[in-house]
């Protein structure tokens, strides 16, 4: 059954169809992956139809207000904040209440001030601005324009953190990644369907040459391990590079295996009727 099916798709024609079909469910369905950002969102990444997702848009109808995400605005002077800085974390809270997504802070100064707000030594204070979810929540405008507010000015250090900040900082980190971790994943296929194309080159040629020789097998290793070596070298260095060190130096071995490559398939192609004649 294995042996019908492998010569199935192994074919001279056969194995054609069967890359065909391969490139043809790629561009297929490779487009679909790319529309999967536009049905999902940063707290689900499930289709809009999902329950899940259904479930919390239930919860933002019928409790208008009651999924709000705390951003910290975080002010530190040494030594105490001055009235100066004060004064500027009232102006930050009013700015911030103007960001997309934002309600009204939580200032902590003022009678509306929760305890803990300010740090006993009075060197630390934080504003809450709370982010409401009730659209898709896309956190990223809303944080870079409060990072734009609540920068730091001199001796008095300003952070922006709190769990959507982490979110959006995280979110950021994997798209800027993206790229490069596709080309880096590229490359090492490239480097091994390179290597596999090398090996399997010349253990067919070996192969073909002794084929009708009575100690076939013992030759076919002698003969196959001193040409393989290089290829093997080479993808291990190549490998080794684009994986630990990410440097450029792969290319060099990367041509080695390419040549390798070109040099056995050409041979065992132009060889390939002489050494299947009876």
């Known amino acids: 059954m ?3 099916l492998a010569a199935l798709v192994s074919g001279r024609r056969s194995r054609w169809v069967v890359i065909g079909a ?3 469910l790629a561009l297929v369905f490779g487009p679909l992956g790319l529309k999967l950002p536009d049905e999902t969102s940063q707290d689900f990444l499930l289709p809009g139809s999902s329950q899940s997702v259904r479930v919390s848009r239930i919860l933002h109808e019928r409790f208008p207000g009651g999924d709000l995400r705390p951003v910290l605005l975080v002010y530190r002077r040494e030594g105490g904040l001055t009235p100066a800085d004060r004064a500027r974390i009232a102006a ?11 309600t009204a802070p939580l200032q902590p100064f003022g009678l509306e001030a929760a305890p803990g707000q300010v740090s006993a030594g009075g060197d630390v204070a934080f504003t809450v601005v709370p982010l409401t979810a009730k659209k898709p929540y896309r956190v990223t405008p809303s944080i870079d324009a409060l990072r734009e507010i ?5 001796a008095l250090d300003v952070h ?8 959006s900082d995280f979110d950021t980190a994997v798209k800027s990644a993206d790229g490069k971790l596709l080309l880096a994943t590229g ?6 369907l ?9 253990g067919t040629l070996l192969g073909a040459l002794t084929n009708n020789l009575q100690q076939r097998g013992s030759l076919l290793v002698l003969l196959l391990l001193p040409l393989i070596s290089p290829v093997i070298l080479a993808a291990a260095q190549a490998t080794r590079l684009l994986v630990t ?3 450029d130096g792969w290319r060099r071995w990367g041509q080695l295996l390419a040549c390798f490559a070109v040099t056995f398939v050409t041979l065992g192609t132009l060889m390939f009727e002489f050494l299947t004649e009876e």
Do not use: H, K, Q
């Open 2 to 4: 294995l042996r019908r």
């Open 22 to 24: 391969w490139a043809l």
């Open 92 to 102: 930050d809270a009013g700015r911030a209440a103007e960001v997309p997504l934002a």
């Open 150 to 154: 609540a920068t730091s000015d001199g």
């Open 160 to 167: 922006v953190t709190g769990t959507p900040a982490f979110n």
């Open 187 to 192: 490359t090492l296929v490239l480097v091994l």
């Open 194 to 202: 390179l290597a596999n194309v090398g090996f399997a080159a010349v």
């Open 245 to 247: 060190e990410g440097s």
